[in-house]
């Protein structure tokens, strides 16, 4: 499944982010699609900010 980013709607609702020296990452997670649970979608944009840069 391919997903263009300029059809997801970030809210900023879900986000997780982590400082490294002078960078912050900062992950956003957003649903495409059903109703998952809000403390998933949490965890995910947690984890992902975790996460060493591509």
Known sequence: ????LSAVRFTAEYYG???????????EAE???GSPDPALLHA???????LPSP
């Open 1 to 4: 499944m391919t997903v263009e």
């Open 17 to 27: 982010s982590e400082p490294h020296g002078r960078v912050l990452t900062i992950a």
């Open 31 to 33: 649903p495409l699609s």
């Open 44 to 50: 995910v944009a947690d984890i992902a900010a975790h």
